[in-house]
């Protein structure tokens, strides 16, 4: 009898919480909101794009889309500050240790294009880290290198 319903609670439990979840890392102290860093290591540029996505329960498909949303939102934020313009800002500086340098304002003027090498800039993002705070968030990591992609 016992072993009947371990193996219902089991199969139960399998089915509500999603297994790709448990396996997840829990997102410590150091989330971020939606950011692009740039590191560069022994020549090698790394463009490192963080997002999040909402993920208000513990059913499968709801948390799989918000990986999903989450990692598409990191790609396409990758592919725009590739693309992106940067313009001075007239009259507005800021002071650094005495030094004064203008302000400086980052934008894509249009939608992203096909160019010719987008499918290659595609296949060379990777997905760096995934983490979840339970019934609230995923926050994902992708990256594109210099190395891997001939930046």
Same mark, same amino acid.
């Given at each position: 009898?016992?072993? *009947? ?12 919480? !999603? ?12 989330v971020e909101g939606a950011r ?9 540029? *790394? ?7 909402? =993920?208000g329960s513990d059913l499968k ?5 918000? $990986? ?15 693309? =992106? ?19 400086? @304002? ?8 096909? !160019?010719?090498? $987008?499918?290659e800039l595609l296949k060379r ?9 339970? @019934?609230?968030?995923?926050?994902? *990591?992708?990256?594109? =290198? =210099? *190395?891997?992609?001939?930046?």
């Open positions: 009898m016992w072993i *009947k319903i371990s193996l219902f609670l089991t199969a139960s439990l399998a089915l509500l919480v !999603p297994s790709r979840m448990l396996a997840l890392e829990s997102c410590d102290s150091s692009i860093a740039i590191t560069t290591t022994n020549n090698i540029i *790394k463009i490192t794009a963080t997002e999040m996505a909402r =993920s498909e709801d948390f799989v889309k918000a $990986l999903y949303e989450a990692e598409s939102a990191a790609t396409v934020e990758i592919l725009r500050f590739i693309e =992106s313009k940067v313009e001075e800002i007239e009259d507005n500086r800021f002071e650094i240790n005495g030094k004064y340098f203008p302000e400086l @304002r980052r934008y894509h003027p249009v939608k992203i294009s096909e !160019p010719p090498e $987008l499918g993002m990777v997905v760096v880290s995934q983490c979840r705070v339970n @019934r609230e968030f995923v926050q994902v *990591k992708v990256e594109l =290198s =210099s *190395k891997r992609s001939g930046l």
